[in-house]
C-alpha cells in the first residue's frame, strides 16, 4: 500500500468492467499528481473463484482473495472504495465461467451438482461462497442512502426518456400468495441478551408413535442483545397450488405468464420457488418422461434451460419424442413472457435472468407490458409469491392504470435510505435457509433451552431465518434523520405493523427517533402498500418523498423509482457510509448489463452509462477531503462534479445503438475533456491548475479526431478475449481505440 490515501476501484462483471478498461485510465491520469493512489482489486466472478481454489493452483496462478481483504478494509475509517456492479450468479452462470477458466488453463473442478466423494463436498462447499449475492453482503458494512443527484433530474426532467403510456384497460396485474407464505408465517423476537442459538428439525412422531431423532441444521448462531431474530416458512403445496391457479389464470386472461422472483441475492430460498414453478408449468412433461429425466440427473432448480441442455445427451429419437412434448406444453399452457425472443429464451430459462427489483420497474415503464414470443409487447400476470412486498408493485401498477404513466419531466424524486449493515433482514437469510426433510418442526432454541421461534412444516417447504442487528438500526434511523434534515423532504418508513418483523422494527425505530431532534421534520411509519400510495401521489404531484425502507424494499425502491424517473438506476448516486467512519461508493443501483457485453462483441458498441461511476468517483474524493482534510481530493471533487454537470448539461452520454453517435468511450472523453477545463480554471491549487490548463487546451484541440477515431471502430464484432475473464490486452486495446487520447492522456 502506498503512503497516501488509497481509494480502492473494484474491477466487476460484464459491462461496468468493460467501461473500467476505458474510464480508469483516465481517473488515474487525473489523480496522480493529487497525492493520492487509485487501485484496483479484482472482485469479478472469474476473480472471486480462482481466489476460492487458490491453494490449490500452481504457484502464477495463485489469485489473492481481494473480496476479504476490502471485507477487513470496510470496518476501517480510511476505507474508501468505488464497488461498480458485479454478477451474483446463478448456478449456470457459475458453470460458464468455470468453463471459461478451465479452458484458459485453470485446473479447476467442475462444479458438483451431487457431490459424493470428499473432494467434491470440499468443491462444492468453496463454489457454494461464489454462488449468488456474495460480494455485496461482504461489503456492506454500513447503510444505504441512493438518491438522483439534482444535476440528474434536472437532465432528465429537460431530455425526458421515453415512458410507455398506460391504460385503464391494461390487463397488468399481479398474483401474490397471501398465506401460507413468508409473510403469513413469520414469527419474530428481540433476544433481550446475547445469546446463541441452534435451528433443529423435529421429525414429526411415525404412525407407531416412534420419534426419530431432531436433526441440527445450524448450530453456534451468534446474537446479540437487542437482535431481532425471526423465522417463517412458505408452504410447498400451497406454493404449487398458486402457481397452477396463476397458469391457468394466465390462460384465461390471455395475457402473458410471468414469473419475478430474486434468485441472485435469495440464492437458496428462490431457486427453489422458481424450480417448482418450472416444475408445475411443465407437469404433463414430467409426469410422462419421468424416468428419463430423472436419469438424466436434471435440476430444474437452474432453470427449463437445465432440462434442455441435459436432453442434449439423449439420443435423437428420444429426444425429438420429450421436444415435442415439450411444444405440447407450450402450446397448451399461457404465452410465456420472454427473456430474449429471437433466441427463444423465456422467463423459466434461467432463474437469474429475470431479477425482481429490475424486471418489474422495466415492466411499469414499458406500459405494463413485457416481451411475447413473437417480440412485441403484452399484458402480463406478474407472479410473485411471497405477499411480503408484492402489494407495493400492484399499488403502482393500480395507480399507472388509473392516472396514466408517470411524467419524467414533471413528477418529483424518491431518495431511499435501506437499512442493509452487517447482513440484515432477508438478505442475509441464506445460511439460515433449509428445506424440511420431512413432516414434522422447526424449531429455534437459544443457549439456555428456551424456544424463540417454532413452526410446523411439511416435507419441502422452505424455512429460512434472518437477524437484523441493533447498532445498524439506530446508524439507519440516524441517516434518515440526517436526510431528512438536509433534504427538507418529508420521510416515511414503509413498515407494517401487522408484521412480526416490522412491529419489532417499529418499537425500535420510536425509541431511536425520540433520540434524535426530529423538530419540524414530516416522518411518519406506513405499511408497505399505503406508503406506496402516499408516495406516488406527492410523486405525481411533483413532490418529493424519502422512503425509509428494511434491506428487500431498499432493493426494490431504488430501481423502481430511479427507472421511472430518470430511465435507469444507472445515474443514481449509491453511497454507503460504513459504520466505522470510511466510505463505500457504489455505482448506480442496478446490474451488470450481460446485454452490453454481447452488443460490444458483435457490434463494437458499449452502450453502459458511467455517470453512476462519475458521480461515486466524485463522493469518493468529497469523502476523503473531509474525513483526511484532503486539499486536492476536495479540488477533485468539485471539478468533477462541475464536469458531470457539463457532461449532463450537453447530454454527452452514450448513444444506445450503433451509428447513433459516440458510445460509453466517447463519453469518457468528454468527461475528460470537461474535468480538464474545470482543473484549469479553479484557483485553489495551483499546481494542478498548470498541469491541466495545456490538457484541457489539447483535448479541446483534437475533440474532432478523438471523437472520429472513437467512431470509426463502431460496427464490427470485436474480440475481447473472455466473457468472465477477458483478456486485458486485448480488451484495453479494445476499449481504448483513439491514440490521440491516449497520447494526451500519457503527457499528465
Ligand atoms: N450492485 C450490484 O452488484 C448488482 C448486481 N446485479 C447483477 O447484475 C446482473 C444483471 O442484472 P439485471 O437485473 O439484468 O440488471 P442490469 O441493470 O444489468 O440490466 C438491466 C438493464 O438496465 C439498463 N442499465 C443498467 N445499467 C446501465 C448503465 N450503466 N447504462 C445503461 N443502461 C443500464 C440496461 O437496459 P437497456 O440498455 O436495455 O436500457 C440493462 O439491460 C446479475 O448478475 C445481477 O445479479 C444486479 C443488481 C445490482
Ligand atoms: O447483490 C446483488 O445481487 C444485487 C444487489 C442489488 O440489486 C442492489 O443492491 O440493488
Ligand atoms: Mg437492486
Redesign the pocket.
Known sequence: MSANPTIIYTKTDEAPALATYSLLPIVQAFTKHAGLAVETRDISLAGRILAAFSDLLPANQKTADALAELGALTQKPEANIIKL?NI?ASIPQLKAAIAELQAKGYALPDFPETPTTAAEKDAKARYAKVL??A???VLREGNSDRRAPKAVKAYARAHPHSMGAWSPTSKTSVATMGHDDFYSNEKSVTVPAATTARIEFVPQPGPDGQQEATVVLKDKIALQAGEIFDATFMNRKALGAFFAQQIMKAKKDDVLFSLHLKA??MKVSDPIMFGLCVRVFFKDLFTKHTAVLASLGVDLNNGFGDLLGKIEKLPSDQKSAIEADIKAVFAARPAVAMVNSDKGITNLHIPSDV?V?ASMPAMIRTSGQMWNAAGKGQDTLCVIPDSSYAGVYATVIDFCKKHGAFDPKTMGTVPNVGLMAQAAEEYGSHNKTFQAPANGTIQVVDATGKVLTEHAVETGDIWRACQTKDAPVQDWVKLAVNRARLSGMPAIFWLDEKRPHDAQIIAKVKTYLAQHDTAGLDLKILAPAAACLATLERLKAGQDTISVTGNVL??YL??LFPILEVGTSAKMLSIVPLMNGGGLF?TG???SAPKHVQQFTEENFLRWDSLGEFFALAASFEHLGITQNHAKAKVLAETLDEANGKFLENDKSPARKVGAGIDNRGSHFYLALYWAHALAAQNTDADLKARFAPIAEKLTAAEKQIVAEMIAVQGQPTDIGGYYQPDDEKASAALRPSKTLNDILATV
Do not use: C, L, Q
Request: charged share 25%; aromatic share 0%.
Open positions: 456492479p451474483s449468488g449475492s460480494v455485496n453482503p441472485t441475492m431479477i427489483d431498499r432493493d431504488t430501481d457504489e443501483a442496478g446490474g
